[in-house]
Nanobody, 123 residues
Framework: VQLQAYGGGLVQAGGSLRLSCATSEGTLTGYSMGWFRQPVGKEREFVAF????????RYADSVKGRFTISRSNAKNTVYLQMNSLKPEDTAVYYCAATSYVETTYSGDRYDYWGQGTQVTVSR
């Protein structure tokens, strides 16, 4: 499975962006999906998780209530809607696929990763 994340950019604080993660090869149907991010000079951190059928979602406390993860298995695409963005949301955002069914917060349990897309939130 090859993943491509896109939709990042520069936005002012309080603004919104929608990230997308699509596969050009294979299907996402059999995978749970996650979004992670890595600010400059910091470790990668979990952002959001969605189960295979979209019924289960989980969020990091730092984004709860502002970000929404969703998926369209018909389109082989996973989304991350980001609202009320803050400067501390600035990071490279990665999507990843895991064969685990249960909620998976650890990046080590993800099998496939996209290339990352930069999100920059200005004050």
């Amino acid at each position: 499975v090859q993943l491509q994340a896109y939709g990042g950019g520069l936005v002012q604080a309080g603004g919104s962006l929608r990230l997308s993660c699509a596969t050009s090869e294979g299907t996402l149907t059999g995978y749970s999906m996650g979004w992670f991010r890595q600010p400059v000079g910091k470790e990668r951190e979990f952002v959001a998780f969605i189960g295979r059928n979209g019924a289960t979602t989980r969020y990091a406390d730092s984004v709860k209530g502002r970000f929404t993860i969703s998926r369209s298995n018909a389109k082989n695409t996973v989304y991350l809607q980001m609202n009320s963005l803050k400067p501390e949301d600035t990071a490279v955002y990665y999507c990843a696929a895991t064969s685990y069914v249960e909620t998976t917060y650890s990046g080590d349990r993800y099998d496939y990763w996209g290339q990352g897309t930069q999100v920059t939130v200005s004050r």
